[in-house]
């Protein structure tokens, strides 16, 4: 079992930057793949940005590559998503996942067994 914890979501202009930050429970994070999904008002949940458990795979949506980079901090438990050149498209909560020892197929939402509960990103003109 694994608690996530996301923070660092808030109001920002387009074209602006954020770092969302998602912070895990326990001594076992670097066994965990993890991913970013987004979910805006009356949409399903979509995926966003994956990091493999090893951290040598990444793997990104097409609407947001060149502009988000996941990254991971094993000895702080954490995960990081970098978002640059808002746009207001990208207004959504975002919510952390992971899964053990995840490495492949990142993209797939019905692989990851554990959810926070999401943080507001909006971007505003």
């Known amino acids: 079992q694994v608690q996530l914890v996301e923070s660092g979501g808030g109001l920002v202009q387009v074209g602006g930057s954020l770092r969302l930050s998602c912070a895990a429970s326990?001594?076992?994070?670097?066994?965990?793949?993890m991913g970013w999904f987004r979910q805006a008002p009356g949409k399903e949940r979509e995926f966003v940005a994956g990091?493999?458990?090893?951290?040598?795979?990444?793997s990104y949506a097409d609407s947001v590559k060149g502009r988000f980079t996941i990254s991971r901090d094993n000895a702080k438990n954490t995960v990081y998503l970098q978002i640059n050149s808002l746009k207001p498209d990208d207004t959504a909560v975002y919510y952390c996942a992971a899964v053990e020892y995840g490495s492949r197929r990142l993209e797939d939402r019905s692989r990851y067994a554990y959810w926070g509960q999401g943080t507001q990103v909006t971007v505003s003109s």
């Open positions: 990091i493999s458990w090893t951290g040598g795979r990444t």
């Open positions: 326990g001594r076992t994070f670097s066994n965990y793949a």
